[in-house]
C-alpha cells in the first residue's frame, strides 16, 4: 500500500497533538507522572505514551527522574519561555504597569495569558498590606470562573470561543457564583463586551473579586489580560467603579507599550 502524502500529515499532526496534550497535562498539582497514570490521564495506551515521552525527552521538553522514572518538564521549556520573552517582551512591560496600578488601587494585580484552556499568570504585583489577595503564578486560571477568563473570552475570536465551551464540556462550579450555564456564560460575555471589563465576584475563590481589563495586540485581537484581585469584604460599589476606571487605564496603556492600538471604545471610556 502507498501512504499519501496527505495521510503522511495526518498522521504527523495526530502526533504533535498527542504529544502536546502530554505536555498540558503537566500542572502545580501534579509536576510528576508515573508511566502508568501518565497513560491514564491522557488517555492513552503505554506503547503510544512511551513513544511520544521518548521524542519529547530527546528534545528536551520532558526528562525523568534517574531513580523513580517518573517524568517531569524538561529544561528546554525554560530555554524557549527566555527566548519567548527576549524576543517578544511582555513580562518586562507589563511587570511595571501592575506595579503602578497596584499602588493605585491597593490590591493586587496580574496578568495573564490564554493558555489553551485555562489562563496562565505571567506577572503579579502585590500590595504592602497584610490582607490581600495571594496569587499562585502555577495555578492555571478558569476561564468561565475568573474576570481574566470572561474579560478573554469576551473579546476573542469566535472560534476560539466555540473551541473552549467545546473543551469545558460542563462548567465546573467552584463556588455558588461560578456560571454554570453555556447560556449564562455567553449572556456575560456579551455584557463585558459593552462594558469593557470583567467583573467576577466570588466565583472562584469565596472573597475574591476580580475585574479585568483586555490588552490587544497590533491587529486588534485580545492578547492578554490585566486584572485586580481585590478582598471581596472591603469592596465598595464606588471602589469597584475606581478600580474598573484604573484597570482599563492600565490595559490601554499596556496596549499601547505593546505596540497594540485599543479600539475607540476603551478609549472613550476612559
Known sequence: MIESNASRSNATTKTIGKALHLLGLFSPETPEYGLSDFSRAAQMDKATTVR??????????????????????????????????????MIAVLQPILERLTLEVGESTHACLFSGRHMMTIAIAEPHRSTRVFIDPAQPLPVHATASGLVFLAFADQPAVNDVLRQL????????????????????????????????????EDDVTGIAAPIFDWHGK???????????????????????SAVLNAAIVATREMGGAPPEIFVNKN
Do not use: W
Open 52 to 89: 511520544i515521552l521518548a521524542s519529547l525527552m530527546t528534545g528536551g521538553l520532558v526528562e525523568q527522574h534517574p531513580e523513580t522514572k517518573r517524568y517531569r518538564l524538561g529544561i528546554a521549556v525554560l530555554h524557549l519561555a527566555r527566548i519567548r520573552e527576549a524576543s517578544f517582551p
Open 222 to 244: 485580545v492578547q492578554a489580560t490585566i486584572s485586580a484581585a481585590c478582598v471581596s469584604t472591603r469592596m465598595t460599589p464606588k471602589l469597584e467603579r475606581e478600580i474598573e
Open 169 to 204: 464540556r460542563a462548567l465546573e462550579a467552584y463556588t455558588d457564583e461560578t456560571v454554570r450555564s453555556e447560556e449564562d456564560l455567553l449572556r456575560r460575555l456579551s455584557e463585558i463586551r459593552n462594558s469593557g471589563c470583567a467583573k467576577s465576584s466570588r466565583s472562584f
